[in-house]
């Protein structure tokens, strides 16, 4: 036993003395190499790369990046017309991190969503839409590379652009987030999907660039997500599952404002929606959800009332910023907040009023009590009463949830009227 | 034959520490990733910056991105290209020229920031307040909101060069404190909550601006650079309108910087002020 004791120790002892190499490989070797591979992989795309960004602000865009092996780097964003089709040049480099990380080192229209001055691009001050342009690698695959923002965790998806995505991609995109956007033209608010033998109300935002699904299945049902626009369709951020309904992505959009239709393709089965003046299903607890939310909900347009956005001319209202709805503003009141600019400082008015929550889903707004803030004059004020006498509507509204922070109030009375707020 | 084991455990201990312990040691030849910083192609503001700057006084400017230079954890964006080689020009002609012909090349080349650190928005702090720029140590000078840089823009050239001229002040007392006395001349305004301040308010109190109030060194650094890049004009302008104690501080505090300058570097302040009002002049027309 004791020879067996011995035996073992020397056994170990000599192995612990054989003379052993370093690791094939030491860190920095490997990290050298592997900033190396991506850079390769990145400058290595003929035609560049399809990005989607997805914002921990919230919504989704589309932009396209040709790296070269300069650490410069040309982008086209989907962000406004102009910079769909002009190109910026910018710098990047790969950088060493504690994951391997690629930085969008110079000023690009990437940046503009994580700019901290809302005159930029809007979102809060000090931190615009929680973007990021420096951003961790997650995985890699030929043609797909995953990154995460190293600041804010925004996603950022970078698919190889093939040969007919040329530097006119996101213009085409743009365009076709304009075409889809028609939908918004309909007279009625709901619109009813009916794809692969089932019904859904389906609402594309496309200002935040979300498509939110309501539907009744053992009670209410409701799925919202992020799309990114291409150039043919919009790509869903997560896919939406309902039993053997999977739907990932819609392309070829029909948009008919004549009969107020839409037709779209999801994979291969194709979806028709129809124009409805009631929906499929409430949720009843959206109210709630906004009105406790303690986010002020901005809307640029006021009501769109048949179809007609900008209907009762808010940004007629002389030098008009935005309507802010403010559950509990002051003296035990809420507020519907018109901002203007008066003598190059922000002004505001708008009705005090309180908000009840009924049990079937619909906010009521009522006991009108005169207006907080500073008049905008004559015409501004005319205007802003207008909208007053609608959304003091004794029939409320129902409330549909697009996003994180963006609700649309339906009017129960006219599904005509409608009121978008992110 | 316990003890003979325990000998026998001892010597194969030894014989293993022997063995490993004749090991030879090579060390590796790789570099490590990152050392001595990044590295990327050169473009012509990599130029401009090596003529103007780093060969000259040995400065280094970063204008790319490094979270690291600055608070990480804050949204601050890089800045844009366009706008680097404009900003810098006023750095030239509104700072390093007018110290250059006032104190020559060997004190800018003592006392000058070793970096300039560039961002492209402000840095935006948890009390509402922004940054506009950072000095440390008297080693780095970091500038935000180049991106709105507008060199027609007066006010604005003016609010980038006054936070450089405030940097550059710390830097000068750091090295050479400036009287005790100024901190005697109005302690009851110091403030941490100075941005509760309007400019009129902390003027009638004998303070060229609400900053000012933070601190008595910023009292001092806000007072030498208004009186370089807003001017003796502007300076006058505030002491005409508030009389009495206000008024005679201000006075004692220009006073106590002319003659800092003059014994603590030899420098004449008022060739300084008319060189930075020519600078202005220069960048913005």
Known sequence: ?422 | MKIKLSIIYASLLGMCIAISSCKKETLPDTPIVGLGGDTFAKGPIDDYIKINFTDPYNIQVKYKWDPYETSYNKNITPVNEANVIPALDAVIKIWAEPYKKIAGDDFLRKFSPKEYVMYGSASYNSDGTITLGEAEGGKKITLFVINNYDRKNVANVKQMLHTIHHEFAHILHQNILYPREFKLLNPEWYTASWFNTSVADANAQGLVTPYAKAAVDEDWVETVSYLLVEGQTAFDTIVTKNPGKAATNLRTKEAMIVEYFRSAYGIDFRALQTEVKNGIVLITT
């Open chain 1, 1 to 422: 036993m004791r020879k067996i004791l011995i035996f073992g120790l020397l056994i170990v002892a000599l192995a612990a003395c054989k003379k052993s190499d370093r690791p094939d490989q030491l860190p920095d070797d490997k990290l050298t190499q592997v900033l190396t591979a991506y850079q390769t992989q990145l400058v290595g795309a003929n035609n560049g790369w399809i990005g989607y960004l997805f914002p921990q602000g919230g919504g989704g865009y589309t932009f396209k990046f040709k790296f070269n092996d300069k650490n410069r780097v040309v982008t086209y964003s989907d962000l406004d017309a102009a910079s769909s089709t002009t190109a910026k040049e910018s710098s990047y480099r790969l950088k060493g991190t504690q994951l391997p990380s690629l930085y969008f080192d110079t000023y690009t229209y990437l940046h503009k969503l994580a700019d901290p001055d809302p005159t930029v691009l809007g979102g809060t001050s000090g931190s615009g839409y929680l973007s990021d342009f420096e951003f961790s690698f997650i995985s890699s695959s030929a043609d797909t590379i995953k990154l995460k923002g190293n600041l804010n965790k925004s996603d950022l998806i970078l698919i190889r652009a093939k040969a007919d995505q040329g530097d006119d991609y996101i213009g085409k995109a743009f365009t076709n987030n304009v075409y889809i956007s028609k939908i918004a033209n309909f007279p009625y608010y709901y619109n009813k999907l009916v794809i692969g033998g089932k019904e859904y109300n389906i609402t594309i935002n496309t200002d935040q660039h979300t498509v939110s699904f309501y539907y009744n299945r053992n009670g209410f049902q409701r799925f919202s997500t992020e799309y990114a626009v291409a150039s043919t369709g919009i790509a869903l951020r997560k896919p939406f599952v309902d039993g053997n309904i999977i739907i990932s992505e819609f392309h070829d959009f029909v948009v008919n404002t004549t009969n107020s239709t839409l037709s779209m393709v999801a994979g291969n089965i194709t979806g028709s929606t129809t124009n409805e003046a009631a929906p499929l299903a409430i949720d009843l607890d959206a109210p709630t959800r906004m009105y406790v939310a303690q986010y002020d909900f901005t809307s640029d347009f006021g009501f769109t009332i048949n179809g007609v956005k900008n209907a009762q001319n808010v940004t007629g209202i002389p030098n008009f910023l935005g309507i802010q709805y403010i559950p509990v503003y002051a003296q035990g009141y809420d507020a519907l907040m018109f901002y203007y600019l008066s003598a190059g400082k922000q002004k505001n008015y708008g009705p005090a009023f309180n908000t009840n929550l009924t049990t079937d889903g619909r906010f009521i707004f009522y006991g009108y009590n005169g207006n907080f803030g500073t008049s905008p004059g004559t015409a501004g004020a005319n205007i802003i009463t207008s909208v007053r006498t609608q959304w003091l509507n004794a029939s409320g509204y129902y409330v549909f949830q697009t996003g994180t922070n963006s609700y649309d109030l339906v009017s129960v009375a006219d599904s005509k009227r409608w009121i978008r707020f992110y």
